[in-house]
């Protein structure tokens, strides 16, 4: 059996994504932007900007890996 918050959860989602939000977004959306300035998606951090230095491991040949017992 399921938990009776495991279909009510996804349904009421499911209701508010399709039907509520569109008529609610446009309502919320300028009071969340005064609350949460965008500033953090213009000015990346220093961990956005890794150059990728990283070294691969180099691996010669196919790695064998055997399941069975070995006497």
């Known amino acids: 059996m399921v938990c009776i918050p495991c279909i ?3 349904i009421l989602l499911w209701v508010y994504r399709k039907f509520l939000e569109p008529y609610l977004y446009p309502l919320v959306a300028p009071f969340v932007n005064r609350i949460w300035p ?4 213009q000015q990346p951090s220093d961990q956005t900007k890794a150059k ?4 691969c491991a180099d691996v010669n ?7 069975k017992k070995k006497d």
Do not use: A, F, M, T
């Open 8 to 10: 009510v959860i996804p």
């Open 52 to 55: 990728g230095d990283y070294k």
């Open 38 to 41: 965008q500033r953090s998606l």
């Open 61 to 67: 040949g196919p790695i064998e890996i055997s399941d």
